[in-house]
Nanobody, 121 residues
Framework: QVQLVESGGGLVQPGGSLRLSCLASGRLFNIYTMGWYRQTPGTQRELITTMTSDGTPTYTDSVKGRFTTSRDTAKNTLYLQMNSLKPEDTALYYC???????????????WGQGTQVTVSS
């Protein structure tokens, strides 16, 4: 089993920065990819960045140049550095890990509890 715990959200003014952290624990050797999603009420979760097992990041167009994802493998932690934040970045941010499920055979998405980011003056 895999557990994910996000932290670092909060209230920030437009143009400000936040750094989100995702601490992962459990059977991490079965994880293929990790990433960050965000969601507002009544919407589907939006993929904003991914990090493959070899350390290759990808970003959705709306955050390119502003957000950066990185990892500390020794600490089993994935980070999301968010700069130049805009009001439209306001959302509940979720950490995601994709890999094998508890049975060790079927693909499964693991999710953290989410951390709220609010961008407002």
């Amino acid at each position: 089993q895999v557990q994910l715990v996000e932290s670092g959200g909060g209230l920030v003014q437009p143009g400000g920065s936040l750094r989100l952290s995702c601490l992962a624990s459990g059977r991490l050797f079965n994880i293929y990819t990790m990433g960050w999603y965000r969601q507002t009420p009544g919407t589907q979760r939006e993929l904003i960045t991914t990090m493959t097992s070899d350390g290759t990041p990808t970003y959705t167009d709306s955050v390119k140049g502003r957000f950066t994802t990185s990892r500390d493998t020794a600490k089993n932690t994935l980070y999301l550095q968010m700069n130049s934040l805009k009001p439209e970045d306001t959302a509940l941010y979720y950490c995601n890990a994709r890999g094998l499920g508890p049975d060790g055979q079927h693909e499964y998405d693991y999710w953290g509890q989410g951390t709220q980011v609010t961008v407002s003056s």
